[in-house]
């Protein structure tokens, strides 16, 4: 009932920056927080930074004064400006929107993206 398209990911160096992209589709009424996590070979799926439709923000401290999330309400978009990346920053990195309200029907859901590959080279 929901899609979470994600764009922008690739190859870079590091201290380059990429810009994440990603389009919430479907039966929507509402959605209370999008953001994104990232997964890396091996480790758990981790939380990248999150923007409640508030504007409230939250970033791991691992990301925190080099990415910068925000959010289109409106068009129920959601990015992520990646500066200074480093190797250790490489992951798929996955959309989520969470507490979303359908049009359809009762309740709160939970949505991720398929992932896009992010690889900074050293």
């Known amino acids: 009932q929901v899609q979470l398209v994600e764009s922008g990911g690739g190859l870079v160096q590091t201290g380059d920056s990429l810009r994440l992209s990603c389009a919430a589709s479907?039966?929507?009424?509402?959605?209370?927080?999008m953001g994104w996590y990232r997964q890396a070979p091996g480790k758990q799926r981790e939380l990248v930074a999150v923007?409640?439709?508030?504007?409230?923000?939250n970033y791991a401290d691992s990301v925190k004064g080099r990415f910068t999330i925000s959010r289109d309400n409106a068009k129920n978009t959601v990015s992520l400006q990646m500066n200074s990346l480093k190797p250790e920053d490489t992951a798929v990195y996955y959309c989520?929107?969470?507490?979303?309200?359908?049009?359809?029907?009762?309740?709160?859901?939970?949505?991720w993206g398929q992932g896009t590959q992010v690889t900074v080279s050293s």
């Open positions: 923007i409640t439709s508030g504007g409230s923000t």
């Open positions: 479907g039966r929507i009424f509402s959605i209370n927080a």
């Open positions: 989520n929107a969470d507490r979303v309200k359908l049009t359809t029907s009762p309740g709160a859901y939970r949505y």
